[in-house]
């Protein structure tokens, strides 16, 4: 079957731009995740969604970042007023239930350039 | 909060043999789990082999093994056989069995096959 989606590929913006980013996660997959990899660095936990519960925002750096899922499938990550920090490769990951022995699926994330 | 540290940011390694690649860990838990994920210049990141940490057990994926050490909270990876197709960004991972969602993930270490 098909695996998690994401787009864009690449996007490039200026600073102080807004940015939308997409994730279509597996189908079936009640959990999905966000995660921030920037140059160098590990991948750093964003926000996760579980079914109907409210989301984990713990990871989102800051008030310029947010997330919704909508109707339990399709997942939007929102970037306001870009900063050039925020260039990275964002990943997008679903599993089946969320819960710690669940296999997480990564998509190929969406390169974001800030310039 | 955990902290996952992969000590080696480059690894070389000749096709045909072996080579192990390093993660240590920090946790005050028990019961958690590990990972290894490879992460191709098509940036999707892939699961390679995952451990429990209640089994003494080491895991074996086909060409890839793993030596869990949990007093001394290190978990390598071993690479058998090495093939080009192995050249990769390898990350480790943890993930309480607790709270269950989000992996904490090490930087990496860059794994080149010569031929």
């Known amino acids: 079957g098909a695996g998690v989606s994401q787009s864009p590929s690449n996007k490039v913006t200026e600073k102080g731009k807004d940015v939308e980013l997409r994730c279509d996660p597996i189908s079936g997959h009640t959990a999905l995740y966000w995660y921030r990899q920037s140059l160098g660095q590990g991948l750093e936990f964003l926000i996760y969604?579980?079914?109907?519960?409210?989301?984990?925002k713990s990871g989102l750096p800051s008030d310029r970042f947010s997330a919704e899922r909508t109707g339990g499938s399709v997942s939007t990550l929102t970037i306001q007023r870009t900063q050039q920090e925020d260039s990275a490769v964002y990943l997008c990951a679903s599993s089946l239930y969320g819960g710690p022995t669940d296999t997480q699926y990564f998509g190929p994330g969406t390169r974001l350039t800030v310039l | 909060a955990q902290t996952v540290t992969q000590s080696q940011p480059e690894m070389s390694v000749q096709e045909a043999e072996t080579v192990t690649l390093s993660c240590t860990y920090d946790t005050s838990e028990s019961d958690y789990y590990l990972f290894w994920y490879k992460q191709p210049p098509s940036r999707q990141m892939i699961l390679v082999i995952r451990?429990?940490?209640?089994?003494?057990q080491n895991a074996t994926e086909n060409r890839f093994s793993v030596n869990f050490q949990k007093a001394a909270k290190s978990f390598s990876l071993k690479i058998s056989d090495s093939q080009l197709g192995d050249a990769a960004m390898y990350f480790c991972?943890?993930?309480?069995?607790?709270?269950?969602?989000?992996?904490?993930f090490g930087k990496g270490t860059s794994l080149l096959v010569t031929p």
């Open positions: 451990q429990e940490a209640y089994k003494q």
């Open positions: 969604f579980q079914g109907n519960s409210a989301p984990d």
């Open positions: 991972a943890y993930r309480s069995a607790n709270s269950g969602y989000a992996l904490n």
